[in-house]
């Protein structure tokens, strides 16, 4: 075995896996939530639509795509080895457990991991899946440059096509597009995925308020002085405003479309 396969099979290798995949879906969360917040905008799903194309069309988003999937195989099954090898370790649980919601979150970051990677396979199948290879109807926006209204054009079947955009004689922007703020409004109808989606945000704030830090404390920047930073990064961004932000979708569409 190489040095570099040794390194990467030990514990702190390992942990280091865990800790670069973890940050790098860190960064991705960022991202996906500036994206999604399209859906709150009051225009029929013109601005949604318009930015779920660019996503899987723009060619370094779709390489970038692929690392994202990786990823998050890589961290889901790191994450069962390392807890498999702790509970081989140790196989006695600690007879005191603290009642600290951070110290609860790191004993149960197999449960809110579980929860999570349950929610990601059901919510690539309702969007992902669908958008790519489903039956995602489709929807034309005729925008007026001059004006900046948009008229919305329901589509049948048979005037389904592949994305289209382009101005015509008379100064109308026309779009036909994938309606994936259809798909979104439809999921977001049902009260037990809507529950569940709140549940899988609540695990995904317990996950990242152990997890965020613990990334830094094994890259070891997390001394006292990046400690105040990363713990404000941890607590405030990722494990509250993050999650929130994500869990106001589906309640806003469940009680107002």
Partial sequence: MSNFSKTFSSTLGRKLIMCLTGLFLCTFLVVHLIGNLQLFANDGGYSFNK????????????????????????HTVWAIIITQ??????PVSYAVKGANGSIWSSRNMGILGTIIFLFVV???????????????PYIEYH?????????????TAADYTQYVQYVDNNGIEIIKSKDLYKEVAFAFSSPIYVA??????????????HGFQSAF?????????????????????????????????????FLFK
């Fill in 196 to 209: 569940f989606y709140i549940l899988a945000m609540a695990a995904l704030a317990f996950h990242l308020l």
């Fill in 85 to 90: 090898k702790n509970k081989a370790a140790r």
């Fill in 51 to 74: 930015y779920a194309y660019f996503m899987t069309h723009f060619t370094p988003i779709k390489v970038v795509s692929y690392l994202l999937y990786t990823s998050i195989i890589v």
């Fill in 217 to 253: 404390q094994t890259l070891g920047w997390n001394n006292s002085k990046y400690k105040p930073l990363v713990n404000f990064l941890g607590v405030w961004v990722f494990s509250i405003i993050i999650p929130i932000g994500f869990a106001a979708m589906p309640i806003y569409f």
């Fill in 143 to 155: 925008t007026d440059l001059n004006t900046g209204v948009t008229e919305i054009k329901e589509l």
């Fill in 122 to 136: 059901i919510h690539m199948s309702n969007f992902w899946y669908k958008y790519h290879w489903g039956e995602t």
